[in-house]
């Protein structure tokens, strides 16, 4: 689960991808999903003009969520009926593979700073989720996205997309071994388990993953 800015928990951690920067932006354009711009001023006014218009904006910023001490890497997402206001997203943070192993199933997995350089192969831990249209916020009152619950689906959705590109092989289902209450801000319906995959570019062959072997195989749970 990770923390928003506000300190509250936000989406739960739903699957992980194990390649490069280079491999995880070419997977994610073969689905027809666009980067997420840099949360800044001119791209956080921009999104707010079309979320209120309702008119498409393909790249749009996302909320800074954090997971590993940091805010996300890198985010995608696709609109849903060109509507900025319904979308299936994804952030992911990127996790060095060997500290990933050592600590995979225990607290100090999600207690790790440590951000490994843009070129190496590393666990990209992702969060997905759907955006249903507009929500305001209980504490602050602000407009923001409704998010479906069922956050199981969504991550069954993009892995089941990803297998059907062929662009990640290897898959795999694990327990993430941490499950914590989540307080009344969204509620999210997960079944605590994180889908696992290698990157595959050019069909060259899947990378042999680094973790240990749990759950059940060949399959997006």
């Given at each position: 689960m990770k923390l928003r800015t506000d300190g509250?928990?936000?989406?739960?951690?739903?699957?992980?991808?194990?390649?490069?920067?280079?491999?995880?932006?070419?997977?994610?354009?073969?689905?027809?999903?666009s980067e997420a711009d840099r949360l800044s001023v001119a791209s956080s006014w921009r999104m707010t003009r079309a979320f209120v218009f309702n008119s498409p904006y393909p790249t749009a910023p996302f909320s800074t969520l954090y997971l590993f001490g940091r805010g996300q890497d890198i985010g995608f997402q696709k609109a849903i009926d060109n509507s900025p206001r319904k979308r299936h997203h994804i952030r992911f943070w990127a996790l060095n593979l060997t500290r990933a192993q050592d600590?995979?199933?225990?607290?100090?997995?999600?207690?790790?700073?440590?951000?490994?350089?843009?070129?190496?192969?590393?666990l990209w831990v992702g969060a997905g989720t759907r955006d249903t249209g507009l929500s305001l916020t209980r504490l602050t009152f602000q407009i923001t996205h409704a998010t479906d619950s069922d956050t199981n689906a969504e991550r069954d959705y993009i892995i089941a997309e990803l297998m059907k590109n062929r662009v990640i092989e290897a898959v795999k289902v694990v327990q993430s071994g941490q499950r914590l209450p989540a307080e009344r801000v969204n509620h999210y319906t997960t079944d605590g388990e994180v889908t696992l995959a290698s990157l595959v570019v050019n069909d060259a062959g899947a990378f042999e993953t680094c973790l240990p072997a749990k759950g059940k195989q060949g399959g997006s749970g």
């Amino acid at each position: 689960m990770k923390l928003r800015t506000d300190g509250l928990p936000g989406d739960p951690v739903n699957l992980a991808l194990i390649g490069t920067l280079p491999q995880l932006r070419t997977a994610f354009a073969a689905l027809g999903w666009s980067e997420a711009d840099r949360l800044s001023v001119a791209s956080s006014w921009r999104m707010t003009r079309a979320f209120v218009f309702n008119s498409p904006y393909p790249t749009a910023p996302f909320s800074t969520l954090y997971l590993f001490g940091r805010g996300q890497d890198i985010g995608f997402q696709k609109a849903i009926d060109n509507s900025p206001r319904k979308r299936h997203h994804i952030r992911f943070w990127a996790l060095n593979l060997t500290r990933a192993q050592d600590a995979w199933g225990a607290a100090g997995f999600w207690l790790n700073t440590d951000r490994p350089p843009d070129n190496e192969h590393v666990l990209w831990v992702g969060a997905g989720t759907r955006d249903t249209g507009l929500s305001l916020t209980r504490l602050t009152f602000q407009i923001t996205h409704a998010t479906d619950s069922d956050t199981n689906a969504e991550r069954d959705y993009i892995i089941a997309e990803l297998m059907k590109n062929r662009v990640i092989e290897a898959v795999k289902v694990v327990q993430s071994g941490q499950r914590l209450p989540a307080e009344r801000v969204n509620h999210y319906t997960t079944d605590g388990e994180v889908t696992l995959a290698s990157l595959v570019v050019n069909d060259a062959g899947a990378f042999e993953t680094c973790l240990p072997a749990k759950g059940k195989q060949g399959g997006s749970g």
